[in-house]
C-alpha cells in the first residue's frame, strides 16, 4: 500500500524558509542533515508529529525558479494546508506578520485562503465546511 511519506515545497533559502515554517506556520523542524551546499531538512506538523514530511528544499534547479515565478504571477498556491478555521487562522498568522494575497474567501464546501511563504511561494490553507 502507497502512503505519502514526504513532500516538498521549493524554497529560495533555507534558513529563512525553516523560520517561516516554524515561527509563523506553527510546524516542527523532524529533519536537518547536511546535504552538499544545502540540506536534507523537514518540517511536520506539530499535531501528528509522525506524519507527512514537508521537505524545504533548495530551488536551485533550473526550472524550479520559472516554475515558482509562473505559479506566484498566475496566482497559484504551490501546495495547501489544512486548518480548523480558515478565518481564525488568517487573524493569527497575520498578527505575526504574514502577508495574505486571498483573503479568507467562502466557496461553498470550502474556505480558502492564500498566503506568501516569503520563500517565492503562494500557500494556501483551507478548512472543509
Same mark, same amino acid.
Given at each position: 500500500?502507497?502512503?505519502?511519506?514526504?513532500?516538498?515545497?521549493?524554497? &529560495?533559502?533555507?534558513?529563512?524558509?525553516?523560520?517561516?515554517?516554524?515561527?509563523?506556520?506553527?510546524?516542527?523542524?523532524?529533519?536537518?542533515?547536511?546535504? /552538499?551546499?544545502?540540506?536534507?531538512?523537514?518540517?511536520?506538523?506539530?499535531? &501528528?508529529?509522525?506524519?507527512?514530511?514537508?521537505?524545504?528544499?533548495? @530551488?536551485?534547479?533550473?526550472?524550479?525558479?520559472?516554475?515558482?515565478?509562473?505559479?506566484?504571477? &498566475?496566482?497559484?498556491?504551490?501546495?495547501?494546508?489544512?486548518?480548523? @478555521?480558515?478565518?481564525?487562522?488568517?487573524?493569527?498568522?497575520?498578527?505575526?506578520?504574514?502577508?495574505?494575497?486571498?483573503?479568507?474567501?467562502?466557496?461553498?464546501?470550502?474556505?480558502?485562503?492564500?498566503?506568501?511563504?516569503?520563500? /517565492?511561494?503562494?500557500?494556501?490553507?483551507?478548512?472543509?465546511?
Amino acid at each position: 500500500m502507497l502512503r505519502i511519506n514526504i513532500t516538498s515545497v521549493y524554497v &529560495d533559502d533555507q534558513a529563512k524558509a525553516l523560520a517561516f515554517y516554524t515561527e509563523k506556520l506553527g510546524f516542527v523542524k523532524k529533519t536537518d542533515v547536511p546535504a /552538499g551546499a544545502a540540506r536534507w531538512l523537514t518540517v511536520v506538523s506539530a499535531a &501528528d508529529p509522525d506524519g507527512v514530511e514537508l521537505l524545504l528544499e533548495p @530551488d536551485g534547479h533550473p526550472a524550479a525558479r520559472p516554475f515558482k515565478e509562473a505559479l506566484v504571477d &498566475d496566482g497559484i498556491p504551490f501546495t495547501q494546508f489544512a486548518v480548523e @478555521d480558515v478565518h481564525a487562522e488568517v487573524e493569527r498568522l497575520k498578527g505575526l506578520g504574514v502577508r495574505f494575497v486571498q483573503e479568507a474567501t467562502d466557496l461553498g464546501p470550502v474556505v480558502t485562503a492564500v498566503l506568501d511563504d516569503t520563500c /517565492g511561494n503562494l500557500i494556501q490553507i483551507a478548512a472543509m465546511k
